[in-house]
């Protein structure tokens, strides 16, 4: 059983924006990593973006400028903001925390069309 809910998945033209939101419940409080993961059809399971318990955040080269990984507490909500969508940018995204990624989601569609 997932123990996360990702949402905010959709299909946009390229250059749009999307909001992904996970809702984390307990895990918003861990001393672990949070990230935001993706996978496109017959790629590998790619990092996109983690953060930390601080609020230190890290990017994968190829979103560093269009996309922001956050946490909102008051939601619970741990979320990716993504703009300047590409086609590239197409895929399940999923998000994970706890220690060593134990905690997943089910994944939330992305898809940009050109």
């Known amino acids: 059983q997932a123990q996360l809910a990702e949402s905010g998945g959709d299909s946009v033209p390229a250059g749009g924006s999307l909001r992904l939101s996970c809702a984390a419940g307990m895990y918003m409080s861990s001393s672990y990593c949070m990230a935001w993961f993706r996978q496109a059809p017959g790629k590998e399971r790619e990092g996109v973006a983690t953060i930390d318990h601080d609020g230190n955040t890290n990017y994968t080269e190829s979103v560093k400028g269009r996309f922001t990984i956050s946490k909102d507490y008051a939601k619970e909500s741990l979320d990716l903001q993504m703009n300047s969508l590409k086609p590239e940018d197409t895929a399940m995204y999923y998000c994970?925390?706890?220690?060593?990624?134990?905690?997943w989601g089910k994944g939330t569609q992305v898809t940009v069309s050109s």
């Open positions: 994970a925390a706890d220690y060593d990624y134990n905690a």
